[in-house]
């Protein structure tokens, strides 16, 4: 499969689906929200929605000299392309790289430091049972139709969608009943079974795209990349690249909460590589095999999921795009504060909406303009079945509202899964709120002959075993052994009997207890970075008034790639960007030296494309009193100022410590040159 | 395959292979330097030396509880530990999580912002032709054997290898002929092929261990994760998990030398998961199967490797051991100047010593001791064909000497590889140092009426590629097409004949040529960042004396996993710690708050066991006067100050801009508590 540049960004889908890092485990799809969404009256109204938001924006005019930027400047480019590209796989060059890495240290910062979370580092390479329990083995899955001549792939859902819009577009204006018809259908077209997509592909004389041949049966295709650990046998099973990081927290839960003392809440984070081996992926950088994801799982006592900073956030503003509004007539976001969106019932509880509003301030802070942010709470049938409650961090983008975050409350599914699969107990001890409470105990009294004699060597694991079952446990066996004669218990890799006759009775007293052993919930905020950085870049992008040829990315200090260009007017400055480079570096500030022959305005030109906040231009004047002029990227103004004085305006000016205003107030401004 | 806690580091060969990271292309195996070196008169000197280093050390007497503590205290567990845990595949919980974030923070600040250097960040699947062109298709093996009954596989050097030991310990004194062959294969056991090993197999007995049976024929095992890309046949062939990140840069080098304005030299970095489907891992955190890479590609002209910056480090003093003194009677290193040693050819060029200089600073800066690390030169038959000059980085640990990092000057080989395989000119213009020459030019007159006859529409390509000869290309044409009737020649997917009548003759003139298009040189460092983790944790790893429970690790403060513990006395206390967590969350420093009713002692030996360096104790005089004391870990030494004072000296000394003996000069001491 070959690949051009050309076609990095060649589809444009109507709507983006669904971040698929949310899904796992019992909804059957990584879901479309608002396309699946059947209950919703008028699909199409919705559809407009999204274009109409779209096209108003300034972005979709800029695409293609946004796009040519992005591969000429390196952001981007095909992976492997010098050996002719693999669809869905990209390298980030230079520019992007520094500037993920900036929003990942961002992230670490405002998310892990500021919390005290547990950050881990799990692997990717997974075993089979691992994914089995997740659900990814079982539902992580695409349905798949193959061209019956050329054995070429397809996603069923995208060719049926492909076909609904040729149909759409050749109806008659009075065609009214069919125009509903197809549009009902392709609201559905990712939620059908196999039997169902058939049908439709049938019913609508779906063929396969270049050929005109007829098509295979659909069937699932797994969405994840195969491996095997060893040699053949070494490690039984097939292995896989994580389709997330979750679960390498999940396994991990038990050393998790022994490090943080037994208590609860707490919370882990984990950043990584994660994989999803798309059928054929086509929408350019937003739909990628290889991604950088950002999770955390936050675990809390399921009765109380209050936050102890949560007034620290209340009043912060976000735009709310709740259930009901997307059901309404009109369908408009609003602006409310967390705190009224908690306690308005809007937003499930306080944790949730905590986080909530620390996912808008980090996005603020990447540079994402809150106008083109929205947190689209899901509808209650796109949720599984266990979620409390999900709400996505939509970014407005030239594709349209891109889900890049998803916060979900997930109740405990996770670790319940986990602990089926494994019979190892995922608990926390929580105190009752309440006070320790007297409880009526029973333990069981055993007949240690009896064990004995029946399981020999092995008796001692099933004595230890049944002496130190707790309250739930004990009343659950005792209420089995009235009914049945013996119970089957699985410790470790055997399974025992426990015959009715290994206890003689049971012994009942009056106890105090301060608290019980639960599952924790989980709250998972759940970051696409790429997605995020993507949606950055482009919000970023503007071309200077009068000058086409002057693209500016207007990336906050803190994330743009490099902090500063250091520019000498000739040859002969060119001799003094020595102590420069030295002061730069002691500060840690990055820097980029052009020393071209090309024009100041030229020089600025190149910065300003890839986002360089500020300039050093090292000119006649430097040589005579060593001051430099400074130069601010999206206003272009400058100042003038010494040696001594730059390096520290510069640290305080990308912490964002101080205001451009404040240093224009200080020193005083000089003409920009040509 | 189950793995059980206790087997973390049961393995402790004496001596640790070489990294394979640097291992690429010719040379056969991944290189067991001291033992694969046949011309070495004694190679039982040398395994003596080591032991002896070894044996020396206080870290082997100490590596239970180090062992014990780092699983205790979660710095690492096996990955899936609760499905029973793979050999190989580790995580890192939280300490070592962060100790590796701190550790890759310095490298970004260290290389890439120093250098400037472009760093990208290329995936990880990778399509079978680029590692076909790189050699690892070919030649990234290991033999494995299998028992003939069971299946089990085995690496067949390592057991060929025991079963040596085992013969040499049962030799009697007086068997000292029996004794060197025995060693001399021992020497040699993973250079061995596929025949000679099976003859040893057969000549000294190995059979399967733990069964005793018989064991299969040797083969090569590929030591690649395989996987594929898309459903069956989208993306034809076999794709694989990078074995490491260095091929990202090679595929992507036409990018970064525009990206640098065509200019060499420019270096490339990356920091990503590498993998290594290891037959049968034994040697615990030091041999996994997937790991960190940090990587950089140092682009050079071959003609000249001068370093401007080398001045700054011609002064560094390293433990050197060059292939001289490996091959000598005494084996021990020499300190010596990089200058020197560049000078007096010790070190092939300036790059390379400057390379080594700035990797010695960075070990350094991680908490490696001077006397605990030295550059190892490889011997003449250790090195691929192409390679000039290759030294590892060897840190000192309770294993031996351990590889962690290769800096090797590896010339052309790895962009020439890509040429062949792609067809692409991966190539940069060079000017010629001693200014533009007179070079006489032959070009071709082309009879385009018979190429147009000959080729029809396919002759424009043809046409246009014989008008934009470079020199060399135009003389070997010449030259050819004297002796042939017709040259080959691939042009992007097509193959063209360029018959002797195409061209009726050839234009000779004299032009002024300014330079010429050569294959830049490559020189690599590459760091195995988990051997770094490891030696650094437990070179810090000590117990205090008369106290053999208080363990502590020295970390250097930047790189410690948290920088302060935060311990508030008493309940009383415990209400105080809140404008101390926003105070520190505010200069971005991290803290850990200990406020359990453990006894301030125990508090303060469970930071000092994660390496946290600095604790403040909030207690009764907090309540009056505002002030804390303060106390460094590595002395216990303490000191009281203010809390506006407390979060300017912490910043200070987390970034070694003041040292601890500074604050305690300037604040007064106060006498540790209990």
């Given at each position: 499969?070959?690949?051009?540049?050309e076609k990095l960004?060649?589809q444009?889908?109507?709507?983006?689906?669904?971040?698929?890092?949310?899904?796992?485990?019992?909804?059957?799809k990584p879901?479309?929200?608002?396309?699946?969404?059947?209950?919703?009256?008028?699909?199409?109204?919705?559809f407009?929605?999204?274009?109409?938001?779209?096209?108003?924006?300034?972005?979709?005019?800029?695409?293609?000299a946004?796009k040519?930027?992005?591969t000429?400047?390196?952001?981007?480019c095909?992976?492997?392309?010098?050996?002719?590209?693999?669809?869905?796989?990209?390298d980030?060059g230079?520019?992007a790289?520094?500037i993920?890495?900036?929003?990942?240290?961002?992230w670490?910062?405002?998310f892990?430091?500021?919390?005290n979370?547990?950050?881990?580092?799990?692997?990717?390479?997974?075993?089979?049972?691992?994914?089995?329990?997740?659900g990814?083995v079982?539902?992580?899955?695409?349905?798949?139709?193959?061209?019956?001549?050329?054995?070429?792939?397809?996603r069923?859902?995208?060719?049926?969608?492909?076909?609904?819009?040729?149909?759409?577009?050749?109806?008659?204006p009075?065609?009214?009943?069919?125009?509903?018809?197809?549009?009902?259908?392709?609201?559905?077209?990712?939620?059908?079974?196999?039997?169902?997509?058939?049908e439709?592909?049938?019913?609508?004389?779906?063929?396969?795209?270049?050929?005109?041949?007829?098509?295979?049966?659909?069937?699932?295709?797994?969405?994840?990349?195969?491996?095997?650990i060893?040699?053949t046998?070494?490690?039984?099973?097939?292995?896989?690249?994580?389709p997330?990081?979750a679960q390498?927290?999940?396994?991990?839960?038990k050393?998790?909460?022994?490090?943080?003392?037994?208590?609860?809440?707490?919370?882990?984070?984990?950043?990584?590589?994660?994989?999803?081996?798309?059928?054929a992926?086509?929408?350019?950088?937003?739909?990628?095999?290889?991604?950088?994801?950002?999770?955390?799982?936050?675990?809390?006592?399921?009765?109380?999921?209050?936050?102890?900073?949560?007034a620290?956030?209340?009043?912060?503003?976000?735009?709310a795009?709740?259930?009901?509004?997307?059901?309404?007539?009109?369908?408009?976001?609003?602006l409310?504060?967390?705190?009224?969106?908690v306690?308005?019932?809007?937003i499930n509880?306080?944790?949730?909406?905590?986080f909530?509003?620390?996912v808008?301030?980090?996005?603020?802070?990447?540079?994402?303009?809150p106008?083109?942010?929205?947190f689209r709470?899901?509808l209650?049938?796109?949720?599984?079945?266990?979620?409390?409650?999900?709400?996505?961090?939509?970014?407005l983008?030239?594709?349209?509202?891109?889900?890049?975050?998803?916060?979900?409350d997930?109740s405990a599914?996770?670790?319940?899964?986990h602990?089926?699969?494994?019979?190892?107990?995922?608990?926390?001890f929580?105190?009752?709120?309440?006070g320790?409470?007297n409880?009526?105990?029973?333990?069981?009294?055993?007949d240690?002959?009896?064990?004995g004699?029946s399981?020999g060597?092995?008796?001692?694991?099933?004595?230890?075993?049944?002496?130190n079952?707790?309250?739930?446990?004990?009343?659950?066996l005792?209420a089995?052994?009235?009914?049945?004669?013996?119970?089957?218990?699985?410790?470790?890799?055997?399974t025992?009997?426990i015959?009715k006759?290994?206890?003689?009775?049971?012994?009942?007293e009056?106890?105090?207890?301060?608290?019980?052993?639960?599952?924790?919930?989980?709250?998972?905020?759940?970051?696409?970075?790429?997605?995020?950085?993507?949606?950055?870049?482009?919000?970023?992008?503007?071309?200077?008034?009068?000058?086409e040829?002057?693209?500016?990315?207007?990336?906050?200090?803190?994330i743009?790639?490099?902090?500063?260009?250091?520019?000498?007017?000739?040859?002969?400055?060119?001799?003094?960007?020595?102590p420069?480079?030295?002061?730069?570096?002691?500060?840690?500030?990055?820097y980029r030296?052009d020393d071209t022959?090309?024009?100041?305005?030229k020089?600025?030109s190149?910065?300003?494309?890839?986002?360089?906040?500020?300039?050093?231009?090292?000119?006649?004047?430097?040589e005579q009193?060593?001051?430099v002029?400074?130069?601010e990227?999206?206003?272009?103004?400058?100042v003038?100022?010494?040696?001594d004085?730059?390096?520290?305006?510069?640290?305080?000016?990308?912490?964002?410590?101080?205001?451009?205003?404040?240093?224009?107030?200080?020193?005083?401004?000089?003409?920009?040159?040509?």
């Open positions: 499969m070959t690949f051009s540049i960004f060649h444009s889908p109507p709507i983006i689906r669904a971040l698929t890092v949310c899904y796992r485990g019992h909804s059957l879901f479309s929200p608002l396309q699946t969404t059947s209950s919703v009256s008028n699909p199409r109204n919705i407009q929605l999204r274009t109409k938001a779209t096209t108003n924006s300034d972005m979709e005019t800029n695409r293609a946004f040519k930027l992005l000429q400047r390196f952001f981007v095909p992976s492997f392309e010098i050996y002719g590209g693999i669809a869905g796989l990209y980030l230079p520019p790289t520094a993920k890495a900036n929003i990942l240290n961002f670490r910062q405002h892990i430091l500021n919390e979370m547990l950050e881990i580092d799990s692997t990717c390479v997974t075993p089979e049972p691992v994914l089995v329990a997740s990814h079982g539902r992580f899955t695409d349905l798949m139709v193959k061209d019956l001549i050329t054995s070429n792939c397809f069923a859902d995208h060719i049926l969608e492909d076909r609904l819009k040729t149909l759409i577009a050749a109806l008659k009075e065609e009214t009943d069919k125009l509903k018809e197809l549009e009902d259908v392709s609201a559905q077209v990712d939620t059908y079974t196999e039997k169902e997509m058939d439709m592909i049938k019913k609508y004389g779906v063929v396969a795209p270049e050929t005109g041949n007829g098509l295979s049966y659909p069937e699932p295709f797994n969405l994840m990349f195969k491996t095997s060893g040699p046998g070494t490690v039984p099973g097939d292995s896989y690249l994580r997330e990081t390498g927290i999940f396994v991990n839960f050393r998790l909460l022994e490090f943080n003392g037994g208590k609860l809440p707490f919370a882990s984070a984990q950043i990584g590589q994660a994989y999803r081996n798309e059928i992926p086509r929408s350019g950088l937003l739909r990628v095999r290889e991604f950088t994801l950002a999770e955390v799982e936050h675990f809390v006592d399921p009765e109380d999921k209050s936050h102890p900073k949560f620290s956030v209340a009043n912060v503003q976000i735009n795009f709740p259930r009901d509004l997307q059901l309404a007539e009109k369908k408009e976001t609003t409310i504060s967390i705190g009224d969106a306690k308005q019932g809007m509880n306080e944790t949730l909406g905590y909530i509003a620390r808008h301030l980090f996005l603020l802070g990447c540079g994402v303009k106008d083109k942010l929205r709470q899901h209650a049938n796109e949720m599984a079945h266990y979620a409390a409650d999900c709400w996505d961090a939509e970014i983008n030239s594709y349209g509202w891109t889900e890049c975050v998803g916060i979900a997930r599914f996770d670790l319940t899964a602990t089926t699969s494994t019979k190892q107990s995922l608990t926390a929580v105190e009752y709120k309440d320790a409470r409880v009526e105990v029973h333990t069981p009294k055993l240690k002959g009896k064990i004699k399981l060597k092995k008796a001692q694991a099933l004595t230890q075993y049944l002496s079952l707790d309250n739930q446990a004990a009343a659950k005792e089995d052994l009235k009914e049945k004669d013996s119970v089957p218990v699985t410790l470790g890799d055997e025992y009997t015959q006759d290994f206890i003689s009775g049971w012994n009942k009056t106890k105090r207890v301060t608290g019980a052993h639960i599952t924790p919930g989980v709250i998972e905020p759940s970051f696409g970075i790429g997605r995020i950085l993507y949606s950055v870049l482009e919000q970023s992008y503007w071309l200077r008034e009068n000058d040829q002057r693209a500016v990315l207007s990336l906050p200090a803190a743009a790639p490099v902090k500063v260009s250091l520019l000498p007017l000739g040859n002969r400055q060119n001799n003094l960007t020595g420069f480079v030295e002061l730069l570096s002691e500060y840690n500030i990055s030296l022959g090309a024009s100041i305005g020089r600025y190149r910065a300003d494309e890839i986002g360089i906040p500020f300039g050093i231009t090292i000119d006649f004047q430097t009193d060593k001051s002029t400074l130069r990227r999206d206003s272009t103004t400058q003038r100022l010494q040696f004085e730059v390096a520290e305006v510069l640290t305080r000016l990308v912490h964002h410590r101080i205001k451009w205003e404040d240093v224009l107030n200080k020193y005083p401004r000089v003409q920009p040159q040509a």
